[in-house]
C-alpha cells in the first residue's frame, strides 16, 4: 500500500506560480513512476506530469516548459512546480503513484484555480 497526501493548492491569478506537494508513504519500493493528474469540471482526468524512477520526464503539451515535477527521496516528497499558470489550468490536481506502470494509487486532491 502507498498513502499519498498533496498540498499546495490555492487560488492564483493567471500568470502566476503555485507549487504543489505530495507527501509519500507505505511501500514506495514498489513504486515504478510518480505523476501528478488533473481533472477539470466536466473533463475526463489528465496525466499533467510524470518521473519513472528509472529516469526522465513526461509533460503534457499544455504544460510544457511552463511546469516542472521533481521529487526529493530524503523526504519522501513529489512536487509540481506551475509557473504562467492560466485559467485552463484550473481543475483539482492529483497525486499518482504507478505500480508497474499502473496508475493505482491517488492522494485526494488539491484545487487549483486560475482567475483571469
Known amino acids: 500500500q502507498v498513502q499519498l497526501v498533496e498540498s499546495g493548492g490555492g487560488l492564483v491569478q493567471s500568470g502566476g506560480s503555485l507549487r504543489l506537494s505530495c507527501a509519500v508513504s507505505g511501500n514506495i519500493f514498489s513504486i515504478s513512476a510518480m505523476g501528478w493528474y488533473r481533472q477539470a469540471p466536466g473533463n475526463q482526468r489528465e496525466k499533467v506530469a510524470s518521473?519513472?524512477?528509472?529516469?526522465?520526464?513526461y509533460y503534457a503539451d499544455s504544460v510544457k516548459d511552463r511546469f516542472t515535477i521533481s521529487r526529493d527521496n530524503a523526504k519522501r516528497m513529489v512536487y509540481l512546480q506551475m509557473t504562467s499558470l492560466k485559467p485552463a489550468d484550473t481543475a483539482v490536481y492529483y497525486c499518482?503513484?504507478?505500480?508497474?506502470?499502473?496508475?493505482?494509487?491517488w492522494g485526494q486532491g488539491t484545487q487549483v484555480t486560475v482567475s483571469s
Open positions: 499518482n503513484a504507478e505500480i508497474l506502470d499502473t496508475p493505482l494509487y
Open positions: 518521473m519513472p524512477t528509472s529516469g526522465g520526464t
